[in-house]
């Protein structure tokens, strides 16, 4: 298991992400999946083991699915400098050269069913990200239409919601609106498939960046079970939270515990980490149709 690579690659720069490690290799970036897992604004001690290869797999069938334009250029260690020769266990399977992008300062979150923080605000406003909705709705009810809901990207702590208006402020109306309605294109696209697998694409979160040619492209992770909510459909009701294939379940049994949320997380039980990697792999294998290699 490679949680984190322990030394770096000699002579480049690292970030280090709650769950991904990012390399400066001067023209490109590499962009290194561990299987760190965090929640509520925390990296969990605990690991789970082979997240980071699951999570790079799915990327790449989504980033090849959708047919878009995106930042990897590679995965193969071949192609990567001979310093990370010395890394290759840990690098295997985990790890995307992918373009360096001037990143849009957005995340743009497409919405089809009314769950977490969104569910919150219904029962509040009857809105969702400040947008209007109909009275009556119920917990994990598919919404009368897809919400573009943008967000603030926080280096720490939780993303701030934005409206739509303060985005095209934020980066310009022209690029606003192509953003909206390439996250609504592809949610729809994705949520298609999911469905035609046995799962329901709640929400999902997406990022952009610009090339030096002016270019925006899709970056980042893709329609993984972190940066979205994927619910079984076959176990699916509204009026109540459904199960989920993301680490709502680590999420979950937090909560069962004495932990403050303020103070370093304890440990997950063993059983709690093989239960999450199961359900990560359960995504990759349905969506995909290919086990982890």
Request: charged share 25%; with cysteine.
């Amino acid at each position: 298991m490679a949680a984190v690579l322990r030394t770096a690659i000699a002579g480049y720069p690292r970030r280090e992400g709650k769950v991904r490690d990012i390399y400066d290799l001067g023209d490109h970036l590499l962009i290194v999946a561990t299987d760190r897992i965090s929640a509520f604004d925390w990296v969990l001690p605990t690991p789970i083991p082979d997240k980071g290869r699951i999570l790079t797999q799915l990327s790449l069938f989504w980033f090849e699915f959708l047919g878009v334009p995106h930042h990897v250029l590679a995965t193969d260690l071949a192609d990567l400098p001979p310093e990370c020769a010395a890394h290759a266990d840990q690098l295997r399977g985990r790890s995307m050269l992918v373009r360096k992008t001037e990143v849009v300062p957005i995340e743009c979150v497409a919405r089809g069913y009314l769950a977490g923080s969104g569910w919150k605000e219904y029962q509040q406003s009857q809105s969702v990200c400040s947008l209007p909705l109909p009275a009556g709705l119920l917990q994990a009810d598919r919404l009368p239409r897809t919400l573009f809901t943008p967000a603030t990207k926080a280096q720490t702590g939780h993303d701030e919601n934005i409206s739509f208006a303060e985005m095209s402020e934020r980066i310009g109306a022209d690029l606003a609106d192509d953003l909206r309605q390439r996250t609504l294109a592809i949610y729809e696209r994705a949520a298609a498939h999911a469905e035609s697998r046995g799962i329901l694409l709640a929400d999902t979160k997406f990022e952009f960046g610009r090339l030096p040619t002016g270019e925006v492209i899709l970056i980042d992770e893709v329609l993984t079970p972190d940066s979205s909510r994927y619910w079984p459909k076959d176990r699916y009701q509204p009026g109540q939270s459904p199960p989920s294939f993301d680490k709502q379940f680590v999420r979950d049994w937090l909560e069962t515990t004495t932990w403050d949320k303020n103070s370093p997380p304890p440990e997950l039980p063993p059983e709690i980490v093989g239960q999450t990697r199961e359900k990560y792999l359960e995504a990759l294998r349905r969506l995909s149709g290919r086990d982890l290699d």
